[in-house]
């Protein structure tokens, strides 16, 4: 049972450079996030999702934009990179809130 | 809204002595508390719970978190550390009957010194 698996571990991009972050778990859970992390600030909800064809943006969405074509796999897609945007991306998934939630063990992207 | 404050940023603390790490939830309605732990370039582990019931719970590790009404707050506690849990140490809170979003408070990092 993998979990959450994310996908690139690493990343270095340039300015107005995009990419996309890849997040995919076999629990069957409906419900995923992205956050970002940064030091001393804790997480921050970028965006998430109840279930394959429903999303909503969470604290931070500026800059992303996410999809969510089945249950299992949650791409966040970064369009025009910005420095600002330099940090460590969580995936997470869940059952509900009861559950708490499994994490990826993170992307850890530079933007240069 | 809801928000979660967590007091000390970091924690210096000596193996073999107990440590508290404090959290304070502020919430109009019913609440579900957690505490995860994220060890160094790892991402967070659920650590432990709190639903309903007793208001005291424990982890498989040792660790222990009271829920407090009255005064809304979940510290954690262990009453002897060892160097294998230094790590960063985050509570967060959810909303009875909403869809599941934690709000995350600003983590504290634990440092174990031998």
């Known amino acids: 049972n993998a979990g959450v698996t994310q996908t690139p571990k690493f990343r270095i991009l340039k300015i107005g450079q995009s990419m996309t972050l890849q997040c995919t778990q076999d629990?069957?859970?409906?419900?995923m996030y992205w956050y970002r992390q940064d030091p001393g600030m804790g997480l921050k909800l970028i965006y998430y999702?109840?279930?394959?064809?429903?999303?909503d943006k969470g604290e931070v969405p500026n800059g992303y934009n996410v999809s969510r074509s089945t249950t299992e796999d949650f791409p966040l897609r970064l369009e025009l990179a910005a420095p600002s945007q330099t940090s460590v991306y969580f995936c997470?998934?869940?059952?509900?809130?009861?559950?708490?939630?499994?994490f990826g063990s993170g992307t850890r992207l530079t933007v240069v | 809204a809801q928000s979660v404050t967590q007091l000390d940023s970091q924690v210096p603390v000596f193996e073999e002595a107990p440590v508290e790490l404090r959290c304070n939830y502020s919430s109009s309605v019913s609440v579900y508390l957690f505490w995860y732990v994220q060890y160094p370039n790892q991402g967070l582990q659920l650590l432990l719970k709190?639903?309903?019931?007793?208001?005291l719970v424990e982890s498989i590790n040792g660790f222990e978190a009271e829920f407090n009404k009255s005064q809304t707050s979940f510290h954690l506690r262990k009453p002897s550390v060892h160097i294998s849990d230094t790590a960063e140490y985050f509570c967060a809170v959810s909303v009875r009957g909403s869809q599941g979003n934690l709000i995350f408070g600003k983590g504290t990092k634990l440092s174990v010194k031998p």
């Open positions: 997470a998934s869940s059952y509900g809130n009861r559950e708490g939630y499994t």
């Open positions: 999702s109840v279930g394959a064809g429903i999303t």
């Open positions: 709190y639903l309903s019931g007793s208001t």
């Open positions: 629990m069957n859970h409906n419900y």
